[in-house]
């Protein structure tokens, strides 16, 4: 199975602030990752496809990226309504898999 | 719009069985391939299962291989998930989520149904 492992787990920021998320894929997966946010109580909601796609109605401050088999979730400048858990899933193969999560908190 | 309902998550004890569905509406669900995702108390979300679209298709991450099945019912746009012999580390909120229409990531979620595995 393949492995995504998410750095860090817990990330505190200023509003405004630039974050960056990291999701390291065990072994390559092309360019088929996925990035979702969660919050408290709510199902996850897409936002970014293949790599660097972003999903329709999805604010242009997300964008996505990857070097090798790490990948990158970048907010440019964060808003109150970001704070919320960030996963990414790899579906290059089964059995699909998700990354262990990113929880963004307000420092 | 796009709208996914699940229903039947509850309180069972370890070795029973539930039934859980989904309901859908607001798009072709003959196109789609389907998927319930779950997420322990507290935890991070897991991969389940998957059904292509005319049903032909069927995947399962292997620590529910032999107890699960998905399942789908094209005319009443309704996908389940009958699951048997549950154990505690089954307990979760199961989502219905469609898929992509070519790959297998998720573009639209349901709600969510909790499942309680509990003596």
């Known amino acids: 199975d393949i492995q995504m492992t998410q750095s860090p787990s817990t990330l505190s920021a200023f509003v405004g602030d630039r974050v960056t998320i990291t999701c390291r894929a065990s072994?390559?997966?092309?360019?088929?990752l996925a990035w979702y946010q969660q919050k408290p109580g709510k199902a996850p909601k897409l936002l970014i496809y293949?790599?660097?796609s972003l999903e329709s109605g999805v604010p242009s401050r997300f964008s996505g990226s990857a070097s090798g088999t790490e990948f990158t979730l970048t907010i440019s400048s964060l808003q109150p309504d970001d704070f919320a858990t960030y996963y990414c899933?790899?579906?290059?193969?089964?059995?699909?898999?998700f990354g262990g999560g990113t929880k963004v908190e307000i420092k | 719009e796009v709208q996914l309902v699940e229903s039947g998550g509850g309180l069972v004890q370890p070795g029973g069985s539930l039934r859980l569905s989904c309901a859908a509406s607001?798009?072709?669900?003959?196109?789609?391939?389907m998927t319930w995702v779950r997420q322990a108390p507290g935890k991070g979300l897991e991969w389940v299962a998957d059904?292509?679209?005319?049903?032909?298709?069927?995947y399962y991450v292997d620590s529910v291989k032999g107890r699960f099945t998905i399942s789908r019912d094209i005319a009443k746009n309704s996908l389940f998930l009958q699951m048997n012999s549950l154990r505690v580390e089954d307990t979760a909120v199961y989502y219905c989520?469609?898929?992509?229409?070519?790959?297998?990531?998720?573009?639209?979620w349901g709600q969510g149904t909790l499942v309680t595995v509990s003596s």
């Open positions: 059904i292509k679209e005319d049903g032909g298709e069927k």
């Open positions: 899933q790899q579906y290059y193969i089964y059995p699909l898999t």
């Open positions: 293949k790599t660097s």
């Open positions: 989520a469609r898929d992509d229409g070519t790959y297998r990531y998720f573009d639209k």
């Open positions: 072994q390559s997966i092309s360019a088929w």
């Open positions: 607001g798009f072709t669900f003959s196109s789609y391939w």
